[in-house]
């Protein structure tokens, strides 16, 4: 089971830390990942993970901005937001999976919003 929090109400150019907790061993050997569904937008990759070797990977919409990080003894993966904008708000999504983008393991989600 993973759990997301953190989310909430945020001016543009604020911060927010996102956090995906686990139950039991689901990130051994699997790829977490950050994605999001925006209002009236598909579902998009935001940023992941590896949990063995801890190697990341972002979308080009959140490079620079988004940190994605681990933290082994407390089986949770964080998500680190900077100089948020308006257009991140939506709804963020925890997953894990064999591969990133092979997903078969989802949070309820935690929704982010913006206000310019």
């Known amino acids: 089971q993973l759990v997301e929090s953190g989310g909430g109400l945020v001016q543009a150019g604020g911060s927010l830390r996102l956090s995906c907790a686990a139950s039991?061993?689901?990130?051994?050997?699997?790829?977490i990942g950050w994605l999001r569904q925006g209002p009236g937008k598909d579902r998009e990759f935001v940023a992941n993970?590896?949990?063995?070797?801890?190697?990341?990977y972002y979308s080009g919409a959140v490079k620079g901005r988004f940190t994605i990080s681990r933290d082994t003894g407390k089986k949770t993966v964080y998500l680190l937001m900077d100089n948020l904008k308006p257009a991140d708000t939506a709804v963020y999504y925890c997953?894990?999976?064999?591969?990133?983008?092979?997903?078969?393991?989802w949070g309820q989600g935690t929704q982010v919003t913006v206000s310019s």
């Open positions: 993970i590896r949990w063995g070797a801890g190697t990341t």
């Open positions: 039991g061993r689901i990130f051994s050997s699997r790829s």
């Open positions: 997953a894990a999976g064999a591969q990133i983008g092979e997903y078969d393991l």
